[in-house]
């Protein structure tokens, strides 16, 4: 039996996708944990901005929310979530983290609701900020569980902006060229998007997950990736940071 799992693997994996010196937008929980995963191992100058207008501080433990006094901590500046919009519009933010109840083949999430939006079987918070977030960053990721329910052929609503209904379609819409979805993150694998389909194609598997597996989770059909790579399991130095300084109550990766 593995030594780690399945949330920090996840966490793990993310925090390996930002580079040091780019900029990134986001949120609590596991974003955050894999925010400051990288800071503290290969990304130290990653600039992290807070949806709340916490810009790159220096977090000292984990924040409960985008307002809680810690997104502040030592950082460069104090603002508030217009100009953290403003930033995304200017082409200033390179990645971002979100989440959601359902996405689709295109990368389109829904955190509003289940159901028809006028007597839905479930409410959720909604966009926040994760609609300008997803249709201004130049690339979004998604972290979530995987599984059928949210893992769907149509999304009940359309909160934030993917592919939409696939190439040009972001374009055509008056979102900025070049942006939109980059990687999906889950307990099983890892998604990316076929260039010119736009469609979610899987790019590595977990350790013991097979393609079919991943597929039998899913409500849509699934792309293969030319190469499809076996994910690098959570090293010993990420696990000791994540547990020790980035976690240490388990509170994300204790779920």
Known sequence: MPDYNAMELMICIAARLLEDGSTLGVGTGAPCAAAMLAQKTHAPSLFVAFEAGGLAPLLPSMPISVGDSRTFYKGLMATSMCDIMEACQRGMVDYTFLGGAQIDMYGNLNSTVIGPH???AVRFPGSGGANDFASLCWRTMVLTQHDK???VAKLDFLTSPGFLTGPGAREAAGLPKDTGPYKVITDLAVMGFHAESKRMQVESLHPGVTFE????????????AARVTDSEPP??????????EVDPYRYVIGR
């Open 118 to 120: 006028g007597k839905p």
């Open 149 to 151: 329910r949210r893992f």
């Open 213 to 224: 597996q991943v597929q039998a989770n899913t409500g849509f059909e699934l792309l293969k």
């Open 235 to 244: 090293r010993p130095n990420e696990l000791r940071i994540l547990r020790d």
